[in-house]
C-alpha cells in the first residue's frame, strides 16, 4: 500500500469542504490517465445514483449510492465530466463519473487535458 500525496488529499479536501465541481484535474492511475473535473462525493454520488434511477436495466443499483460519505480526510478522488485519454481521443467523448482512490494516483497536474485534430 503506498502512502497518499498529502498534496493531492488537500486538494481533494478543499473540493470537499467547499461543494465546488469547478476543480479540474488529471492524474495517471493504473496506466490510464483521467481528466476531468472534481466533484464533492455527495454530489458525485447523488449524479450517479440519478443516472442509475433513470436506467430501465440499472435502476435497483441507485440505492447503494444514497449512503453517506464517510467521515474523515479523503481517501477517493470523484470526477464527472471526465475522459479517459485515448491516443488522440477522451472516452466517452461528454464525459463520464469516475472514482479513483488518491493512493493509486502516480502523477497528476492541475488542469484539463484535451485533444484536437488541428
Known amino acids: 500500500m503506498s502512502k497518499p500525496d498529502e498534496l493531492l488529499v488537500a486538494v481533494a479536501a478543499l473540493v470537499e469542504s467547499g461543494q465546488s465541481n469547478q476543480m479540474s484535474l488529471t492524474v495517471v492511475t493504473g496506466g490510464a490517465v483521467i481528466t476531468g473535473r472534481l466533484a464533492p462525493e455527495a454530489v458525485w454520488r447523488q449524479r450517479v445514483s440519478e443516472v442509475l434511477t433513470d436506467s430501465d436495466r440499472l435502476g435497483e443499483f441507485s440505492a447503494v449510492f444514497h449512503t453517506p460519505a464517510p467521515n474523515g480526510p479523503p481517501t477517493h478522488l470523484h470526477f464527472h465530466v471526465a475522459r479517459i485519454l485515448q491516443g488522440t481521443v477522451g472516452i466517452p467523448e461528454t464525459g463520464g463519473m469516475y472514482r479513483v482512490a488518491i493512493e493509486d494516483v ?11 485534430d488541428r
Request: aromatic share 28%.
Open 106 to 116: 502516480g502523477a497528476w497536474t492541475v488542469g484539463d487535458f484535451s485533444y484536437s
